[in-house]
């Protein structure tokens, strides 16, 4: 796996928008993850998409991935107080073998 | 169900000694692997084990080790620790080597 970059490092909003972060990488790959860290707590998987797919939701989530560009993108929608946490993407090859992090993005939403 | 569970929560140890960090995966996991994250940094990748097998190992000094125990339980080892060992040390574990992991709460290594 390869380390993705993520942008901004930090992103600070009200309550109530639209929270857009990125995320770039070097290398082909066959998925990409987007992960959640809380303050001091283990990630939780938020969301994979596969090298075939350009979009994808879950909830307020929605996940592009533009191949050509190498970057996707997380767009998190009518953001609450309990969106606050860092945001890391993990491009991947066929497994969760070596998921490499970035630095990810800091996100705050201010209530 | 529970999940991923780390113990200790906490620990302080001074230079030079040896510390082990345990890990129980979710009832039913076979792949545990394990990250160090500084602070201020994203995890980086430490070792994976599937079916108590070495299946990958980061970018880490040989004085970190580690292993998976038959019931799929995994213990990670450092020794002669040093300053910049200090860190939040990540447990995750997986059904299998391509499902999204499932972190723990980690354990958060002070060196003193």
């Known amino acids: 796996s390869q380390q993705g970059e993520e942008d901004p490092q930090a992103l600070s909003i009200q309550e109530g928008e639209n929270a857009t972060m990125n995320c770039s990488y070097k290398t082909s790959i066959n998925n990409l993850q987007w992960y959640r860290q809380n303050s001091g707590r283990g990630l939780v998987h938020l969301i994979l998409?596969?090298?075939?797919?350009r979009e994808k939701h879950s909830g307020r989530l929605r996940v592009t991935l533009d191949t050509s560009k190498k970057s996707s993108s997380l767009l998190i929608t009518a953001s609450r107080a309990a969106d606050t946490a860092s945001y890391f993407c993990?491009?991947?090859?066929?497994?969760?073998?070596?998921?490499?992090f970035g630095t990810g993005t800091r996100l705050t939403i201010i209530p | 169900d529970a999940g991923v569970t780390q113990s200790p929560t906490h620990l302080i140890k001074t230079r030079g000694q040896h510390v082990t960090l345990r890990c129980s995966p979710i009832?039913?996991?076979?792949?545990v692997s394990w990250y160090q994250q500084v602070l201020g940094q994203g995890p980086q990748f430490i070792f994976q084990?599937?079916?108590?097998?070495?299946?990958g190992r980061g970018n880490f000094p040989d004085r970190f080790s580690a292993r998976q125990f038959p019931n799929y339980s995994s213990e990670l080892n450092v020794n002669a620790l040093l300053l910049g060992d200090s860190a939040l040390y990540l447990c995750?574990?997986?059904?299998?080597?391509?499902?999204?992991?499932?972190f723990g709460n980690g354990t958060r290594l002070t060196v003193t």
């Open positions: 993990a491009p991947g090859g066929f497994g969760n073998e070596k998921l490499t």
């Open positions: 084990y599937y079916e108590k097998e070495e299946r």
């Open positions: 995750a574990s997986s059904g299998d080597w391509i499902s999204p992991l499932h």
């Open positions: 998409i596969r090298s075939n797919e």
């Open positions: 009832s039913g996991h076979k792949s």
